[in-house]
């Protein structure tokens, strides 16, 4: 029997109501930076207010930063970490989805290690010392991250419970990973009554990338026992609960199924990793940052497993994904592999999702085999997760055929 290490030291409340418990945890400091995005949805729809009772219950103080962009920003997150450190704060509350728990493992990083000019003065550091590949510098974290907690209003991205984020940098067109152990949430609280008010189209784009986390780790190259495991749980109650929650926002059983489903994608990627789709997606984004990671990879989610599939990368794992996710006998004796793609094609529809463009977010096909470039040279983590390598004309190809 295959060995593997398994570290994910997170304490999860999860559930319906499970919001109401944060006043009552021990929380790791004395003040913390409420991290969210500059949207309306978590003041209008009450989490903040809710957020702030709880921390406020517990006996915390409590500073906003709402700030906050998808596909979150360099200079957003060293300006978050510094505000962090000039007022004081002991820990960071990330409030919010993706996102926003991404920044947030940045902002933890950059408030605990400021950098130092010419003169001694202490400045603000840069997380782009930190993040890893293309320009960035790579470099350990010297010093231990502020702690993090987080309170997730969405199901998409599972960094609730895992230790990587994703940072991008306009100037460079790059979209880059920041991980280390320290930055596991020290607490996170999924509460899918936070994530009935998410409107259909976004829930659908968060859904599927959820679902595409334990895809992707499930035929990584260095898939394990126990991640495999989690992967076909994740993939059972994703495909479950993804169209109910899209097409049915106020089902509490499917959002709760969904958000699971969620959250055993966190620790899917802690077992193995994601591979060249989303690392495909994210050379997508970095040339569009106004293109929501979940759409980009619901455009090139086809065309790059039947990739796989034609190269029969590993068509055990495609078969038994299919039937996770509903194939039936007949259906896998006629089509074996491909079944995935046929499934994955039907839950597409069946979210609305099946119309979306590459050329309605500005993509041009003048520019896919740039960003096959970009995605190979900066993401060469998740691409060396692949079943079978992928080269530039590859990755170019895929995108040519997931191209409208």
């Known amino acids: 029997m295959e060995t593997y290490n398994f570290y994910a030291p997170t304490k999860v409340l999860f559930g319906p109501g499970k919001l109401g418990e944060l006043g009552d945890q021990k929380l790791p400091g004395a003040k913390a930076l409420i991290v969210t995005t500059g949207g309306k949805s978590v003041k209008a729809n009450g989490y903040l207010a809710r957020v702030e009772a709880e921390l406020d219950r517990a006996g915390v103080k409590h500073v906003l930063f709402d700030r906050i962009e998808p596909n979150p920003l360099r200079d957003t997150v060293n300006a978050g970490g510094w505000l962090a450190r000039g007022e004081g704060c002991d820990f960071v509350l990330a409030l919010g989805g993706g996102s926003v728990m991404d920044a947030s493992k940045g902002i933890c990083t950059i408030a605990a290690n400021p950098a130092v000019d010419a003169e001694g003065n202490v400045t603000a550091g840069d997380i782009w010392t930190y993040v890893m590949g293309g320009t960035a510098k790579s470099q350990p974290i010297p010093n231990d991250p502020l702690p993090l907690v987080c309170v997730t209003t969405t199901a998409g991205t599972g960094s609730e419970a895992d230790a990587g984020a994703v940072i991008s940098c306009e100037e460079t067109d790059e979209k880059l990973r920041l991980g280390d152990p320290r930055l596991f949430p020290c607490l996170s609280v999924v509460d899918p009554e936070l994530m009935l008010t998410v409107p259909a189209r976004l829930t659908a784009f968060q859904g599927f990338d959820a679902l595409f986390h334990n895809v992707e780790c499930f035929i990584a190259k260095n898939h394990t026992l126990m991640g495999d495991m989690i992967c076909r749980e994740g993939i059972k109650n994703a495909a479950a609960s993804l169209a109910a929650c899209v097409n049915d926002g106020t089902n509490l059983e499917a959002r709760t199924q969904l958000a699971f489903a969620n959250t055993l994608g966190g620790y899917a990627m802690v077992c193995s990793g994601c591979a060249g789709c989303h690392g495909t997606e994210h050379g997508m984004s970095a040339h569009h940052h106004d293109l929501p990671h979940g759409a980009g990879l619901i455009m090139i989610a086809c065309a790059y497993h039947q990739h796989m599939i034609d190269v029969h990368a590993c068509d055990d794992r495609y078969v038994e994904m ?74 170019t190809a895929i995108l040519k055929a997931s191209y409208k």
């Open 322 to 395: 299919a039937r996770l996710m509903g194939a039936g006998e007949a259906e896998l004796a006629e089509q074996g592999p491909s079944a995935f793609v046929t499934e994955l094609s039907r839950l597409k529809r069946e979210c609305g999702m099946d119309g979306l463009k590459m050329s309605g977010w500005g993509i041009t096909e003048d520019e896919l085999s740039a960003i096959a470039e970009n995605a190979i040279t900066t993401n060469d983590a998740l691409f060396g997760h692949d079943p079978s390598p992928l080269t530039v004309d590859d990755v």
